[in-house]
Antibody, heavy 119, light 110 residues
Framework: QLQLQESGPGLVKPSETLSLTCTVS??????????WGWVRQPPGKGLEWIGT???????YYNPSLKSRVTLSVDTSKNQFSLKLGSVTAADTAVYFC???????????WGQGTLVTVSS | QTVVTQEPSFSVSPGGTVTLTCGLS?????????PSWYQQTPGQTPRTLIY???TRSSGVPDRFSGSILGNKAALTITGAQADDESDYYC??????????FGGGTKVTVL
């Protein structure tokens, strides 16, 4: 059974870089046809797609975040990662990682991790 | 940037039917957008209900169904139950690797 787990600091200072890693277990991140995505949800608000990466390193980003986001993948560790630069309080959110396939299918999801941007 | 639109809220009676829609600020939704639907209760991880317009995810009861209605994607809950009270999100694939979530619909069962 495929499982995903986010990890990283829960508190980041304004203007710094948020860094999260998603560890995939129960399957290979290099599986053909599957992509790996990040979605976030500010407290009390809706879901927002951040970006998606293929195991080859091909990336796709939300245009509204593109200038600040970098996704990477480490197939040897079965992990993929998110970096979001120049964060502000508006980036405070629960960050989810998920397998992304078949157009707009995100499944399964990690449990999510709350990242707070505050000094 | 194209906005994906959803009704902010809906109320349905137990046993009743409700249809939620997922549209575009400009243009029509078709199967080419591969619409999918997610259910989320507060503090929980989203649960996949429907993908590729009308394919039910494993374990999802058949009272949930997806379709294209007019120029929008739709999620219909038939025979609503108390535990269907949740937030529902659609997401559309815009092409070129871009996905966009709708703002979500809060469904109340009362």
């Amino acid at each position: 059974q495929l499982q995903l787990q986010e990890s990283g600091p829960g508190l980041v200072k304004p203007s710094e870089t948020l860094s999260l890693t998603c560890t995939v277990s129960g399957g290979s991140i290099s599986s053909n046809g599957y992509y790996w995505g990040w979605v976030r949800q500010p407290p009390g608000k809706g879901l927002e797609w951040i970006g998606t990466i293929y195991y080859s390193g091909t990336t796709y980003y939300n245009p509204s975040l593109k200038s600040r986001v970098t996704l990477s993948v480490d197939t040897s560790k079965n992990q993929f990662s998110l970096k979001l630069g120049s964060v502000t309080a508006a980036d405070t959110a629960v960050y989810f990682c998920a397998r992304h396939s078949s157009g707009s299918l995100f499944d399964p999801w990690g449990q999510g991790t709350l990242v707070t941007v505050s000094s | 940037q194209t906005v994906v639109t959803q009704e902010p809220s809906f109320s349905v009676s137990p046993g009743g039917t409700v249809t939620l829609t997922c549209g575009l600020s400009s243009g029509s939704v078709s199967t080419s957008y591969y619409p999918s639907w997610y259910q989320q209760t507060p503090g929980q991880t989203p649960r996949t209900l429907i993908y590729n317009t009308n394919t039910r995810s494993s374990g999802v009861p058949d009272r949930f169904s997806g379709s294209i209605l007019g120029n929008k994607a739709a999620l219909t809950i038939t025979g609503a139950q108390a535990d269907d009270e949740s937030d529902y999100y659609c997401v559309l694939y815009m092409g070129s690797g871009i996905s966009v979530f709708g703002g979500g619909t809060k469904v109340t069962v009362l």
